[in-house]
């Protein structure tokens, strides 16, 4: 089994996001060993991106806050190897498209791996182009995340009989952001994947309040809230380490219950 289907097998996962290098990588680099200890299951950090069309406000601002620190992928790959020392929460990064391909797939793919990365989300990547990073993903023993939203609809068939790792639902149609309330049926979208394959879906966008996790949890196998701690990131800035690790500590709470 692999580490990020293993998440799922102790309980409803929880899975923090953090843009990494925001406000800079030594906060990054003390936030997931932290992060791991306050509970999260299974740790992603966004690669900054100059472009990031899925992304609301909030993780738009942190990106370039990253940037502007002087974050790179070749910094990030190194960071990434100074916390396997701490830390063995499973990792994924969750990127664009064109950041892997200006660096080289099979290269940029090769160097998650070997620094300790075990996933690669790429949420602008449509599930018919996987193959330009599948191979490479499979030769370096990284699961390549499938994401299904409430338009796939017939598509989330044969997105699920070809996922691996999890399969990441997302919940709301738009960019990233906290939200009010989910109306997407969460369960109905967890059902048809089931029933192609029994795997692990974890559902973001949106999620905000441990009472949204705990719904959510109710019908899915992770939670995944991304706005709602790079917005404390951007709100505590150097000082974010102890405010993150409550908030992680409580949505874990509210989704073990």
Do not use: W
């Not at 664009?96 to 660096?103: E, G, K, L, T």
């Not at 998650?112 to 490479?136: H, N, Q, R, S, W």
């Not at 992680?248 to 989704?255: I, N």
């Amino acid at each position: 089994m692999s580490r990020v289907r293993d998440v799922f097998s102790k309980g409803k996962a929880f899975i923090p996001f953090v843009t990494a290098g925001d406000p800079n990588l030594q906060v990054t680099e003390n936030l997931i060993p932290a992060m791991a200890q306050a509970g999260a299951d299974f740790i992603e950090l966004g690669i900054p991106f100059s472009d990031p069309v899925a992304e609301g406000i909030v993780i738009q601002e942190a990106d370039k806050r990253a940037l502007d620190s002087g974050t790179t992928t070749d910094k990030i790959f190194d960071m990434v190897k100074r916390v396997r020392k701490k830390t063995d929460v499973p990792l994924g990064f969750m990127t664009y498209i064109n950041p892997v391909f200006v660096y080289g797939s099979r290269t940029f793919i090769e160097r998650a791996a070997d620094c300790g990365i075990d996933a690669l989300i790429v949420p602008d990547m449509p599930f018919e182009e996987k193959e330009e990073l599948l191979p490479y993903c499979h030769e370096y023993g990284i699961d390549l995340i499938s994401l299904i939203a409430p338009t796939s609809k017939e598509r989330i068939q044969a997105i699920a009989a070809e996922a691996e790792g999890f399969v990441y639902c997302v919940s709301s149609m738009g960019v990233t952001g906290v939200r009010q309330e989910i109306t997407t049926d969460i369960g109905q979208m967890v059902a048809l994947v089931k029933k192609v394959q029994n795997i692990p879906c974890a559902v973001g966008f949106g999620i905000s309040t441990p009472q949204q996790a705990k719904a959510m949890a109710g019908v899915a196998d992770g939670i995944i809230v991304g706005s709602a701690i790079v917005k404390l990131i951007g709100q505590y800035g150097e000082n974010c380490v102890d405010p993150v690790c409550q908030y992680v500590k409580k949505m874990k709470e509210a989704v073990s219950l």
